[in-house]
């Protein structure tokens, strides 16, 4: 079991246990639902914008360690950045995430490089990026239900 | 604790090759038997000597290799019969799996027959595949689903099941034992309550079948569905066991070659039983692969095997229970032997990534069973579930791994 510390860092555990930035928003800007079919997470994610920057960024809902911790990491990356700054964290993210090959414009990770241990277990990818999707999808407005297949 | 004198484990599990695997290099410890089983020798070099020394299509030519793997194939199907005591071979149809017997009783028996105002009659514990079916049939129909509710303990609320079902009910469908929670069903009490309204059952055995004896006669069920892949055969094969009554007013549920006796663009004259129901060039090795996982089950006793895998059922449930923050979901008074649970700290999708690191395959998730996962407030469980070669040696690496995997999280 000691060989999973590298994937349940604990900072990730830190945040599974308290983490940061769960709450339901009041008149959010954008707003999605998330879901990961394979194994029934479930997030909300809630977005305010004040002139073109992420003021305010939240989430609610259930889901593994891995789901929760990763999406308190996002919603604490993400604010002050610009959309477009936003944008270029969750590609390098998921490309991190997903891609052996170094990112071609590399948006540095910061605290969220804790997560890149996920990519060696293909099966929780999904569990780290489904905030990451769903943020985006409540970017663009949607309010339909988003999914990571 | 020790196992009956009988009940040779050591010689059972060196049947099963894929025992001696190593994961994460523990050895591995599996418990994911509700998913699907292994496979012992016996079955692999069934299949294997098909293909090395019998193979050829079915039914369809004079030379020998044709015939001999026809005389196989319908072995295969003559053992299938015996094993669930069905009334004679024809009554046995092959098809992929336990899902798709369903649909064929859904579309061929429930469609023709359902108007508006009908009822079809479930249990909240049903798996997605003896859901989505009826579901889909409804929509088609306008007929209606009803579900009959569980109690907290996850047994199906008799009380309810006969205030529910009427006149109006067209169909019971309802799953032996639940995969989500291990209860075992009363199925012929409520077949029996059923036919007093000329109701016909459709049981899903796709959990029962590799862990009890089953005598659909003596159960008097009108269909039982199962698969291959739970009773250590292959995957893609399972079965359909209907009454000769009902299966013979049934339209055909897919056309094409062996299901017809004679084809002209005028019209077709559809072929008997089974092979009204077996469009296509069916799963010719998975059904004699199957023949071979039935003569192995038969070889050890499902009498036995029931027994041995109630005593791991006893023995993980006072181990388990003894662990703080796991709650059991699931506690019938007849189960099977598979154990549902949760951990307050810990989701079960990272117990299933922790126990995987300590050799220990479980399922995480909702088993395919949402409104059960709903009706307990959970979004996910763990589940591990057990069959004939597991040992009580696997079931304290389990218990140890669950702790080590609380410790790691707090």
Avoid at chain 1, 35 to 44: A, E
Avoid at chain 2, 157 to 173: H, P, V
């Amino acid at each position: 079991m000691e060989n999973l510390r590298e994937l349940y860092q604990q900072v990730i555990l830190d945040h599974n246990k308290n983490p940061r930035n769960f709450r339901k928003m009041e008149d959010p800007d954008g707003f999605a639902h998330g879901n990961n079919p394979l194994c029934g997470d479930q997030i909300d994610v809630y977005i305010k914008i004040k002139d073109g920057i992420v003021d305010d960024v939240s989430f609610d809902g259930a889901g593994c360690a891995i789901c929760t911790s990763s999406a308190s990491m996002m919603t604490t990356a993400l604010k002050g950045k610009t959309e477009a700054e936003a944008d270029a964290l969750f590609n390098s993210f998921h490309h991190a995430l997903t891609e052996d090959a170094a990112y071609p414009d590399d948006v540095p990770l910061g605290k969220l490089e804790v997560l890149k241990g996920v990519k060696d277990y293909p099966v929780r990818v999904k569990c780290a990026t489904l905030a990451w999707h769903t943020f985006d999808a409540a970017m663009k407005k949607l309010n339909d239900e988003v999914s990571t297949e | 604790m020790t196992n009956s004198a009988q009940y040779d484990i050591a010689s059972i599990r060196k049947d099963f090759p894929i025992l001696e695997r190593k994961i994460w290099d523990k050895p591995l410890v599996y418990l994911d038997n509700g998913a699907s089983t292994q496979r012992p020798v016996q079955v692999i070099s069934a299949v294997q000597d098909l293909y090395e020394n019998h193979y050829a299509n079915v039914h369809r030519g004079v030379h020998t290799l044709s015939q001999e793997s026809t005389n196989l194939y319908n072995d295969a199907r003559a053992k299938v019969r015996s094993f669930i005591n069905a009334a004679c071979v024809h009554e046995i149809i092959f098809t992929r799996g336990t899902t798709e017997s369903i649909n064929l009783v859904a579309q061929s028996y429930a469609r023709p027959r359902l108007k508006a105002g009908d009822e079809i009659l479930i249990t909240h514990m049903e798996h997605h595949s003896n859901i989505v079916p009826w579901q889909i049939v409804c929509e088609q129909t306008g007929a209606a689903l009803k579900v009959v509710p569980i109690t907290d303990e996850g047994e199906v609320d008799q009380e309810q099941f006969r205030n529910m079902i009427s006149e109006k009910t067209a169909l019971l469908g309802v799953t032996h034992v639940s995969n989500s929670l291990g209860s075992v069903n009363p199925v012929k009490q409520m077949i029996q309550a059923a036919h007093e309204y000329g109701v016909p059952v459709l049981v899903d055995g796709a959990q029962s079948i590799p862990h009890m004896p089953v005598n659909v006669r003596d159960l008097d069920a009108d269909f039982y569905a199962f698969s291959g892949h739970k009773i250590y055969g292959p995957t893609g094969i399972g079965v359909l066991y209907g009454k000769e009554k009902l299966l013979n007013a049934m339209p055909p549920y897919q056309g094409g070659g062996d299901m017809i006796l004679s084809v002209s663009f005028e019209g077709t004259t559809y072929n008997q039983l089974p092979y009204k129901f077996e469009a296509g060039t069916p799963n010719i090795a998975g059904a004699i692969g199957l023949g071979a996982a039935i003569d192995y089950v038969e070889k050890i006793g499902l009498g036995a095997i029931a027994a041995h895998e109630h005593g791991l059922l006893m023995y993980a449930t006072s181990k388990l229970q003894e662990i703080d923050g796991l709650r059991i979901i699931g506690r019938a008074e007849q189960k099977a032997g598979l154990i549902s649970f949760v951990l307050d700290a810990v989701h079960p999708h990272d117990i299933g990534t922790m126990l995987d690191a300590e050799g220990v395959a479980v399922r995480a998730g909702h088993h395919c069973a949402q409104p059960v996962m709903e009706r307990f407030g959970v979004p996910a469980t763990a589940r591990a579930s057990f069959a004939m070669y597991n040992t009580y040696q696997e079931i304290d690496v389990l218990a140890e791994a669950i702790k080590k995997t609380i410790s790691m999280f707090s």
